[in-house]
């Protein structure tokens, strides 16, 4: 079968882990622009940049502070987190009452400063991250590292467990109830403000829990998360913001796409992304997981 | 009816140019050709933003991709069309052409990015709002990759030292002073045609699909016709601004087409103040010489840009030329409210 289209095994799988990684994080990242989306009708752009914070967190907390990489997994994310809660109370928060547009180019500048004060002080060549999971095992066909296996499942496990989270308890039934009339909610007693705040802190955390991920396999550069955030947007374009599952789903599943074109037509990896983009919106311009309105 | 109130639009415009005129006197001639170029750049995605309604996040590649066009035919001329055949795969259909003259060059790079324009604008106006901004900034990654990788645009090098022949046969535009007052006669016409379009019944259709959507589609009007008008319209002129950027520069590069660039015309046109006719001229001018004093801090410079971008959004939403109407406009009103002879005003509305 595999002469039959001319690429050996090892390439195709090895391609395939590769987009299954990559499909990884942008399910991470589409899912919190869309938790976050849902909330506060807010394109959060500085998406990309606590991605990256994240990722430099890990590499900060091994190097000042000594904590591995087990710690950071959990550390960073909240100190990220933290961070968010506070740009939402210091500037988003005021905005809520504009056009949705001001608060895209309110968080595309607090993407600038936030890059650039890392740039400044980090430079633009990278930081290396030790593996933490070195090694792997042969499966026949592949040979697959354990911390390429270890993204795969622990991105698949918090997506799935922030889907349960939103759709099947009672204070994800708070947070839908909330997106669709926040002054009921109010009205019911619950905090709604303090909720809108604590989502965002959320939605970033999950950002910088990709960044974390990321750091033992990318080099830990300022830019990481500015080049990745585009292609996370038309993402959620095909998607569409709608559902949290289409959002998993549409990451992991362009993830693959890109891969199998890294094999068949390496020339189209940068671009297959944008080019499924194109077409989704001129069939289903909703997105294929959204709903027209 | 009642008339219109008398605009100073166009005694501001003639104030303008006439400053523009002498101001090479007293300016580094390329510095302000460069804000003419950002300028236009600026005024053509205001007229989206401003007046339509639509922010485009990617309009560096109108931008980027008319600079190579316009910088490739002016150096190289021959045009090299990859097609895939039947039988052969890909092949290159080479038209061989000599270098052209600036005015050729930047005319063919202005009508490719009109093309440019019609299909990334048949796709883009599917979404409205954010999604707009979010499909128009991942076609612009498309084009940006695309350009990294055609050869004829030379990757991280770019095109470089692009030939200024003489224009129209006459004009030495190598001399920089000969060169400014070409570029400034084309920011005029391009200034003018965005005037003209909206104040004419065209740009009072755009801003009523600005203001509300649905009723100007209740009202029979073809919406999505006119944003795709508007959107091309726009893109052209960001097209020509671009190659007319790659002949004053006498570079077309990568810079032109990332989607920093894109980010520079929108807080350009943000700081000048959007859906203002001047403020995109402004914003161009006070980000550029921004730029060109700041050019030592290094890295700090995207910090600067992003903080202006916050506190604009924040504090000064209406831009430069927005608040200084405002300003205009509340004195106005004091010296009405002053003056208790009402003989001269018109009949109460």
Redesign the interface.
Same mark, same amino acid.
């Given at each position: 079968m595999f002469e039959l289209i001319g690429v050996s095994p090892q390439a195709l799988f090895g391609q395939l882990l590769l987009g299954l990684i990559n499909g990884a994080f942008y399910a991470l990242l589409s899912l919190g622009l869309a938790v976050i =989306?849902g909330m506060m009708n807010v %394109?959060n752009f500085t998406h990309g940049a606590q991605y990256m914070m994240g990722a430099f967190c890990a590499w900060m907390l091994l190097n000042y502070a000594g904590v591995p990489y087990w710690g950071a997994l959990v550390l960073a994310p909240i100190v990220v987190g933290s961070t968010g809660v506070l740009i939402e109370r210091l500037?988003i928060s005021? *905005?809520y009452h504009?056009d949705?547009?001001?608060g895209?180019?309110?968080t595309?500048?607090?993407? *600038?400063? @936030? !890059?650039?004060?890392f740039?400044?002080q980090y430079g633009i060549s990278g930081l290396p991250y030790g593996n933490p999971l070195p090694g792997g095992t042969n499966l026949g066909f592949m040979f697959l590292p354990w911390y390429r296996g270890w993204v795969v499942v622990v991105s698949l496990a918090v997506c799935l467990a922030t889907w349960f989270l939103i759709e099947k308890t009672r204070l994800g039934s708070y947070l839908r109830a909330a997106t669709e009339r926040p002054d009921l909610v109010q009205a019911f007693g619950i905090n709604v403000p303090r909720m809108i705040t604590l989502t965002y802190g959320f939605g970033v955390g999950l950002a910088a829990l990709a960044g974390v991920l990321a750091a033992p396999i990318y080099a830990i550069k300022p830019d990481i998360g500015?080049n990745l955030i @585009?292609?996370v =947007?038309?993402v959620?374009?095909i998607g569409g913001m709608g559902s949290i599952m289409g959002s998993i789903l549409t990451g992991f599943g362009l993830g693959i796409l890109e891969g199998l074109t890294k094999v068949f037509y390496p !020339?189209a990896s940068?671009?297959v %992304?944008?080019?499924v983009?194109?077409i989704v919106?001129?069939l289903r311009?909703q997105g294929l997981f959204g709903t027209p309105r | 009816m009642s008339t219109p109130p008398k605009s100073w639009d166009m005694p501001v415009f003639a104030a303008l140019v006439g400053l523009a005129i002498a101001g090479p006197l007293f300016v580094y001639p390329v510095f302000l050709m460069q804000v003419l170029c950002f300028a236009l750049f600026a005024c053509a995605f205001n007229l989206l933003v401003g007046y339509v309604g639509l922010l485009s996040f990617g309009h560096a590649m109108f931008f980027g991709f008319a600079a190579y066009i316009a910088g490739h035919l002016a150096k190289v001329g021959t045009v090299a069309l990859p097609v895939w055949l039947p039988t052969m795969g890909k092949a290159w259909l080479t038209i061989p052409l000599s270098p052209l003259t600036p005015e050729i060059a930047i005319l063919a790079g202005t009508l490719v990015s009109a093309l440019l324009g019609l299909i990334v604008g048949v796709i883009a106006i599917r979404r409205q709002g954010i999604y707009f901004a979010m499909v128009t900034l991942a076609l612009a990654q498309m084009v940006f990759f695309l350009c990294l990788q055609a050869p004829f645009t030379h990757g991280e090098d770019g095109i470089q030292a692009i030939p200024r022949a003489p224009m129209l046969g006459a004009f030495d535009v190598r001399n920089d002073f000969i060169f400014y007052y070409v570029v400034l006669a084309i920011f005029c016409a391009g200034f003018l045609l965005i005037y003209r379009t909206i104040h004419s019944p065209f740009g009072q259709v755009l801003k009523a699909i600005r203001e509300n959507e649905a009723r100007a589609v209740s009202l029979g009007y073809a919406v999505d016709r006119f944003k795709l008008i508007a959107f091309v319209l726009s893109a052209t002129l960001a097209g020509l601004a671009g190659a007319t950027k790659a002949l004053v520069f006498q570079l077309a590069s990568l810079t032109d087409v990332a989607w920093q660039m894109s980010g520079e015309v929108v807080l350009m046109t943000l700081v000048g103040g959007l859906g203002t006719v001047f403020g995109p001229i402004v914003g161009a001018a006070v980000i550029l010489a921004m730029q060109t004093y700041l050019a030592s801090f290094g890295e700090w410079v995207l910090v600067i840009q992003g903080t202006i971008f916050v506190v604009t959004v924040l504090l000064f939403r209406r831009g430069i030329v927005g608040e200084l109407q405002g300003l205009a406009g509340r004195l106005e009103a004091k010296l009405a409210s002053h003056s208790t002879s009402g003989a001269h005003r018109g009949p109460a509305e």
């Open positions: =989306f %394109i500037f005021r *905005l504009l949705h547009l001001y895209l180019l309110l595309f500048g607090l993407a *600038l400063v @936030i !890059e650039g004060v740039r400044s500015a @585009i292609v =947007f038309a959620v374009v !020339e940068n671009t %992304i944008f080019v983009m194109a919106l001129m311009p | -």
